[in-house]
């Protein structure tokens, strides 16, 4: 029986990975790697750096395919629609990396930016692959450290405050408005900096950017006075690399 290691690889820094993780890395024959394009190529070039850092040389295949593209111009009803397309033209080329490129008594393993279980389509996929029957494997995860919890480390501050909620939610879900009965907010998968239209409240921001890697960006204050620094590291990092991943806290001050 084929096997699938879906790896969480933490935010971009080897030093990151658990010691489960590197147990998994090292019983791995075949790692599958979906390349995004020339302007997200350091992505790849990041896992790569993961395998070298963790695993010797030679020990292991390294298998590439392209990731599909997905309509990001899609809002409203479109929005879910276009994410499920999305997803099983990534469930057709997985099935096919793992139909074709895995012995029957070898083992796989897939990246995964962060944690699996953190806003991440992997194993939603897998399970797709398995309901359709067309090929069978046996899969496990290996919890990783999220964006979530290296921001928040960066930033030498708590994800909570005491007895009090927090919530993770999108950009996207902000946009509708702040979220009833919690003042702590984590937002991620915002690419509008929805952010600035809470500039008028009494809100702290704790915001980074490709957390974890030599790029690694971090900004915190008041949003009325950082928001705009934030837009200009934004512009510039954007600029400079061509793609950007951030994430930031929301901490709204206790009211009256």
């Known amino acids: 029986m084929r096997k699938i290691h879906v790896i969480g690889i933490g935010a971009g820094d080897p030093d990151q990975l658990t010691l489960q993780a590197v147990k998994a890395l090292r019983s791995t024959d075949v790692f599958f790697i979906l390349d995004k394009g020339e302007v997200k190529s350091d992505l790849v070039q990041l896992r790569r750096d993961i395998l070298d850092a ?66 991440d389509s992997t194993l939603g996929i897998l399970e797709e692959i398995l309901e359709r029957g067309a090929v069978a494997f046996t899969y496990e995860v290996v919890p990783g450290i999220s964006s979530v919890s290296a921001l928040v480390a960066r930033h030498r501050t708590g994800l909570n ?60 204050g008041p949003i009325a006075e950082t928001a705009p620094r934030i837009e200009r590291l934004r512009a510039e990092a954007r600029d400079r690399k061509g793609w950007i991943m951030d994430t930031y806290l929301l901490r709204r001050h206790p009211r009256g």
């Open 54 to 119: 963790h695993i010797p040389e030679g020990s292991y295949r390294l298998v590439e395919a392209r990731d599909p593209d997905r309509d990001r111009a899609a809002g409203g009803a479109a929005y879910s629609p276009a994410v499920g397309d999305w997803r099983s033209a990534r469930a057709d080329i997985y099935q096919r990396l793992i139909a074709e490129e895995l012995g029957e008594d070898e083992s796989g393993a897939f990246l995964v930016w962060g944690d699996p279980a953190l806003y």
């Open 161 to 220: 405050r005491v007895a009090r909620p927090v919530q993770i939610t999108t950009g996207r879900r902000l946009a509708e408005g702040f979220p009833e009965g919690v003042d702590d907010v984590v937002v991620m998968l915002d690419a509008h900096q929805t952010f600035r239209q809470y500039a008028d409240e009494d809100i702290d921001i704790y915001w980074g950017a490709y957390i974890g890697t030599p790029d690694e960006i971090l900004a915190s």
